[in-house]
């Protein structure tokens, strides 16, 4: 058959391939269109009679159409049929995928390929698209934690050939919670956008910023150079979240924490490297918030020591409190000394690292949710020992962690009749800035106590923030000057001089006023003079033991 005989028979096939919706298209060996359908026309967005002999390098990029072309070779060649998934930017500049399916023919003793074509570019965005949410945070866009711990797998492989610095941050935002109760989880998912957004912008090209859930969020920082400085990118972040966020025309403020750890080999795997971050930000937290921690040994080594003394006071409190001591620090009235009540410490012999203070277990206590029952054996210890001075008013300091019970005053009360010991007998001593941070619910908790007769005393006295209104709205019984400035007094006028302005705001205020810490005459003196009524510290006594508290008593200086 000639070539024009050829044509002219496969021209008789157009209308039969026009009626096919799949685009089909015939190319010679040299690669020629020797027939397409109407459909594949439309497909490639080629005129209504667009001329054979068109080569597919005429319409495609150079590399597409070179891919397609070594498709076709290889069928021809080989004369079996493919299944080829080619990748083509259509006229429109978009990004199709399709399925050809390619066999051998033979017409008037040519061999040729015809293309069977099947866009399935739907299908691979809807996969894509499926990637995508598998791996990104739907809020805010971010990586998420499969695909920040696939990014993290990926730098340790790396770190496997070559070391070099790399870092890795853990944030928390602080008081984001707040947000979220207080004006609702709109603004909450606002906020986070607007931070990731922030965030984004400081970051450099390769850097990995991921949303965990909630208000945790990672990064991983790569290929450090010496010169980059962590420090001033922790602060920089810092500073993103310390700023207003304006979340329905209202300036909100939140901050965050940040807990890092550096590394420049694989020795620590993902897990590990995620738990040392997150021991940094523990600590980060601890400091006070607001900041940024880098993690090192001792701070393992803090937090194993603190997760075993959790257990062993856990275990101590399940077992009735024994090994828990407390000592009874006297204070003493305006008239002679007289002893007019005591002020429980709590101890604890701890049988591996022997007595331990207040500072170094009551941490762990109010972390672990171990205050509650902590304080209770401090509270019915200490009223079981008082019975037998029934003159003698009892202090017992408690945390914040314990004001927040909201069933507190009631707890207090049913411990206090378990005990025989009268409300007006007891005196709570709260610092002062537990006080500053107290919330309504602790605030309601603080005057259902006053109003059973239970005195609330002011510790720590000037060290906190709170205010003159705080104190007369609470109607607080007692304020106790911090022996800070106690210890200042001979040394210091202005010490002397706050010390005097507090007392008379005191007396103003129809608050008694006290001062601990007192160590020698002349303090006792000067605090005397400026009205004083109550006065404890070492000058008087030493806290010490219930078997001891009798003779001690007997001998107060005069
Ligand atoms: P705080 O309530 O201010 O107790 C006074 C602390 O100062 C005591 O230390 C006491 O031993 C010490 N101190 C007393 N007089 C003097 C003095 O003249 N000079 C000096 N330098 N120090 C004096 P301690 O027993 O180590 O207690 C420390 C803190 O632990 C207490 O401070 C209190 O806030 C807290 N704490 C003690 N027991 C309990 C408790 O049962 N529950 C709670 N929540 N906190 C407690
Ligand atoms: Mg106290």
């Keep these: 058959m000639s070539s024009s005989d050829t044509f002219a028979s496969l021209a008789a096939l157009q209308p039969i391939l026009d009626a096919l919706a799949s685009p089909v298209v015939v190319e010679d060996s ?25 080569r597919v390098s005429d319409v495609l990029p150079q590399a597409q159409a070179r891919r397609i072309l070594a498709a076709n070779e290889r069928v021809l060649a080989s004369g079996e049929d493919c299944r080829n998934e080619e990748e ?10 399709l399925l050809t399916h390619k066999r051998r023919i033979e017409i008037g003793g040519e061999p040729m390929v015809v293309s069977v074509v099947t866009d399935i570019t739907a299908l691979r965005e809807a996969e ?13 866009g971010l990586p998420n934690r499969a695909l920040f711990a696939d990014r993290l797998d990926q730098a340790l492989a790396r770190l496997q050939r070559k070391r070099t610095a790399h870092a ?3 944030l928390d935002l602080d008081r984001f919670k707040q947000v979220n109760d207080t004006l609702g989880h709109h603004a909450g998912d606002e906020l986070l956008r607007e931070f990731g957004r922030r965030v984004a912008a400081l970051l450099r090209p390769g850097d990995t910023f991921a949303r965990f859930g909630g208000d ?7 290929e450090l150079s010496p010169d980059f400085g962590l420090d001033r990118f922790c602060a920089r972040i810092l500073d993103a979240a310390a700023e207003p966020f304006s979340i329905g025309g ?8 940040i807990g890092v750890v550096c590394f420049e080999d694989a020795n620590a795997g993902r897990g590990e490297l995620l738990r040392r971050a997150d021991i940094a930000l523990y600590q980060a937290k601890l400091e006070g918030r607001g900041r ?5 040994e001792a701070l393992d080594e803090g937090r194993r020591h603190r997760a075993r003394l959790e257990a062993e006071l856990r275990e101590t409190l399940a077992g009735g409190g024994r090994g828990l001591e407390l000592r009874y620090q006297p204070f003493v009235g305006k008239a002679e000394g007289q002893v007019v009540g005591v002020e429980a410490l709590v101890r604890w012999m701890h049988p591996r690292l022997g007595l331990l203070g207040p ?18 054996w401090v509270l019915a210890t200490a009223c079981t020992t008082l019975a037998r001075w029934p003159a003698l008013r009892l202090a017992v300091n408690v945390s914040r962690a314990y004001l927040r019970d909201p069933q507190l005053a009631n707890r207090v009360v049913t411990l206090l009749a378990k005990t025989d010991f009268a409300p007006q007998r007891l005196e709570l001593e709260l610092s002062e800035t537990t006080l500053a941070a107290a919330d309504a619910t602790v605030l309601g908790q603080l005057r259902a106590l006053r109003q059973q007769g239970i005195r609330i005393s002011l510790d720590n006295f000037g060290t906190g923030y709170s205010t003159l209104a705080h104190i007369r709205s609470l109607e607080i019984d007692k304020i106790k000057i911090d022996r800070s400035f106690i210890h200042q007094i001979e040394r210091s006028e202005d010490s002397g001089a706050m010390v005097r302005a507090i007392s008379h705001i005191g007396q103003a205020m129809h608050v008694e006023v006290a001062a601990e810490g007192v160590e020698t005459l002349a303090q006792r003196r000067f605090l005397e003079t400026v009205g004083c009524s109550e006065l404890q510290g070492f000058y008087f006594f030493e806290p010490v033991s219930e078997a001891d508290l009798a003779q001690a008593i007997g001998s107060a200086p005069r």
Excluded: K
């Design 30 to 54: 040299r690669h020629r269109c020797v027939l397409m359908n109407r459909a594949f026309r439309q497909f490639m967005h080629l005129p209504p009679h667009a001329p054979l002999g068109l």
């Design 88 to 97: 083509i930017t259509d006229p429109g500049g978009r990004l199709r995928w």
């Design 128 to 140: 894509a698209h499926s990637r995508y949410l598998a791996l990104h945070d739907p809020l805010t």
């Design 168 to 170: 890795l941050l853990s």
């Design 216 to 222: 945790e969020f990672a990064f991983l920082l790569g």
């Design 250 to 257: 209202h300036p909100v403020f939140v901050g965050a924490s």
């Design 292 to 296: 940024y921690s880098i993690f090192h």
């Design 359 to 376: 500072a170094q277990f009551l941490g762990v206590a109010e972390e672990s949710g171990l205050i509650a029952a902590l304080q209770d």
